[in-house]
């Protein structure tokens, strides 16, 4: 199958992504030197050397320039988790999962720790942020359910949320105290603690 300009589609697919890379690295290179809420749009058209409206046809906000690989990890995330030994309990699952998706993240610490204190100096992209991750509670639901070995009632499903609620807001508390440390704290062991604890 060929687009309108007689490309195959899985060109044009690759292409389009090619071009969604570079915009993403030239803006966050300007977000992390001006700062997210001084960057326009249009700085970032011109840097890319492209049209404000050829912008928008690969990004509809800034906010999806940051967050536009959300989708992404979260699938990553799921399937870090489906590869867990089935008889493996959630809460131990779900660690071993997140712990799969931080390693898997193109950046230097340095790089991640900029990245992560810009996310969170932005209410914007914050509550984004955390609007997304309510999407990743749908994609883990069905492992976790699974996990928790007993009927897929309704009773079932809320106690997974619950779960996946609960380990999602550790993850994000575990990064804010990176993110206030400098980078000092360590993240697996910040998450760890708020773990243990909800559980307590």
């Not at 991750?133 to 976790?144: A, K």
Request: hydrophobic share 40%; glycine share 6%.
């Amino acid at each position: 199958m060929n687009d309108r300009e007689g490309r195959p589609s899985g060109l044009r697919q690759r292409t389009r992504r090619a071009v969604q890379a570079e915009i993403a690295a030239t803006a966050m290179q300007l977000f992390l030197e001006q700062g997210f809420e001084s960057t326009t749009m249009e700085q970032i058209a011109v840097e890319i050397g492209i049209s404000r409206r050829s912008l928008f046809r690969y990004f509809d906000t800034k906010e999806d320039i940051v967050l536009g690989d959300h989708a992404e990890h979260g699938r990553t995330l799921r399937a870090a988790l489906e590869a867990r030994p089935a008889d493996e309990p959630p809460w131990e699952a779900l660690r071993a999962a997140f712990k799969v998706l931080v390693e898997s993240l193109p950046y230097t610490p340095e790089g991640f720790l900029k990245i992560t204190s810009m996310l969170h100096a932005s209410p914007t992209l914050r509550g984004r942020q955390l609007e997304r991750q309510q999407q990743w509670t749908e994609l883990l639901l069905p492992d976790i359910t699974g996990r928790l070995g007993a009927t897929a009632d309704t009773m079932t499903e809320l106690r997974a949320r619950a779960l996946i609620a609960c380990a999602l807001a550790c993850s994000e508390t575990a990064m804010e105290m990176w993110v206030r440390s400098n980078g000092t704290v360590d993240i697996e062991g910040a998450f760890d603690e708020a773990i243990a604890a909800v559980r307590a």
